[in-house]
């Protein structure tokens, strides 16, 4: 969970986790409750009581200034809700380095996020319980990368080429597209693209038509060569990731197939038809429906692992320095672009990682440098006036959850 408001504090000086006790472990399935600190509870739930309370009514006081034993009431149930859901997030974050720290899944590699079992909260003062379910397997080995280089000998500079068509084509969709966007007054002006429409758009040098089309023709090469250069990458970490064995039990397959199941279900159920008669009209085994929901879940596991394996193995972590601050900001203007909240420290420092890794694995690949994700020259030009201001690229910012010393990444 994130939240936008700057009266929750960005780092306080608490652990998250004051104590893991482990149920059961079984079957590559552990149980766990883990207790958090009292501490951290307190910061949150202050904070969410200062947020929450501003807009409490009550007669004779104004809004949000009556005293706190006639709010608090009000509003308690909803402060807990909030503040244990940030708790959860919190503890979903530390628990895996918590985990490798106490050697309770040493030598192993967590196969999906904990599922919560339930909550023990009596008050702000004792440590909540979190009961966790948690899938794990044996920790599988990294397979040799060497043995892995990005094939481009069958790629031709002929398949980038653009065809004038292509260009009028997307010339006339960006008016288009501009028509829509603009008031028709100012439509009216312009009955096809010219030389002042091209103006309109403020397209660095580009004033004219003509220049437009010459844009867009070096512009669409290089999204094509992109495009090219990106399925290159996808074949051959498709074949690393299905170069690691990992162990998943049963349980974990057939509890990922019935949620698919129940969610696909829900969905046909709004138009009245059952799964059965999905499969039927549609032509779908049922059996290889199955296989693809596996085939996807178990892409996405092997995914997951190479990366945390890649970047532990290779001490790949975020710097202040010149380079990494340029993945910060790859990072905030990425998670910024998916979605309508502010991303949290967590989210940004996370993103900024995986963005590091992946060109640390193109390089060793031998990938063009053109799909590198931030590239020595951006470095040489920027690297300068960045040293001489260390706050662009942080990531301290309003609204950021919290994430405590041992938490950091």
């Not at 005293?67 to 503040?83: A, D, W």
């Not at 030598?107 to 996020?113: R, S, T």
């Not at 000998?153 to 065809?163: A, L, N, W």
Request: aromatic share 8%.
């Amino acid at each position: 969970m994130t939240t936008s408001n700057e009266n929750v504090p960005s780092e306080p000086k608490h652990t998250i986790i004051d104590e893991i006790k482990t149920v059961s472990d079984k079957d590559q399935v552990l149980e766990l409750e883990v207790k958090t600190n009292p501490g951290l509870q307190k910061v949150l739930y202050d904070a969410y009581y200062k947020e929450l309370s501003k807009d409490v009514e009550i007669k004779g006081f104004r809004k949000g200034q009556a005293p706190r034993e006639l709010i608090e009431p009000q509003i308690y149930n909803k402060i807990v809700e909030r503040f244990l859901m940030h708790l959860y997030s919190l503890v979903v974050t530390a628990l895996p380095a918590e985990l490798k720290k106490q050697g309770i899944v040493k030598d192993a590699v967590l196969l999906e996020e904990p599922q919560l079992k339930g909550v023990d909260f009596k008050a702000v003062e004792i440590p909540a319980t979190f009961k966790l379910e948690l899938y794990y397997a044996p920790k599988p080995a990294l397979p040799d990368l060497d043995k892995f280089k990005i094939d481009m000998s069958d790629v031709k500079e002929d398949s980038f080429k653009v065809t004038d068509k292509e260009v009028e084509e997307f010339v006339l969709k960006l008016y288009e597209d501009w028509k829509a966007k603009t008031d028709k007054k100012t439509v009216s002006e312009f009955s096809e693209p010219s030389d002042k429409w091209v103006q309109t758009l403020k397209i660095p040098n580009v004033s004219t038509l003509k220049d437009l089309k010459e844009w867009l023709k070096k512009d669409l090469a290089n999204a094509k060569k992109y495009d090219v250069l990106r399925r290159k990458v996808d074949e051959t970490m498709h074949k690393i990731y299905h170069a690691i064995e990992i162990s998943v039990p049963d349980t974990l397959k057939s509890k990922v197939l019935e949620a698919q199941k129940q969610a696909l279900s829900e969905q046909l159920k709004s138009l009245g038809v059952t799964l059965e008669q999905y499969f039927k009209a549609n032509k779908v085994d049922p059996k290889q429906f199955e296989e693809d929901v596996l085939h996807g879940f178990l892409d996405k596991i092997r995914s997951r692992v190479f990366w945390e394996m890649y970047i532990e193995e290779n001490g790949i972590k975020i710097e202040d320095d010149a380079m990494d601050r340029q993945y910060v900001q790859q990072a905030v203007y990425h998670l910024s672009s998916h979605s309508q909240q502010q991303p949290s420290t967590t989210e940004i420092l996370l993103d900024a990682l995986m963005l590091k890794a992946q060109d640390h694995l193109l390089r060793r690949l031998g990938a063009p440098k053109d799909l590198l994700i931030v590239k020595e020259i951006d470095i040489e030009k920027k690297g300068d006036k960045q040293e001489g201001n260390k706050k662009k690229g942080s990531v301290k910012q309003k609204g950021d959850i919290l994430i405590p010393d041992d938490a950091k990444i």
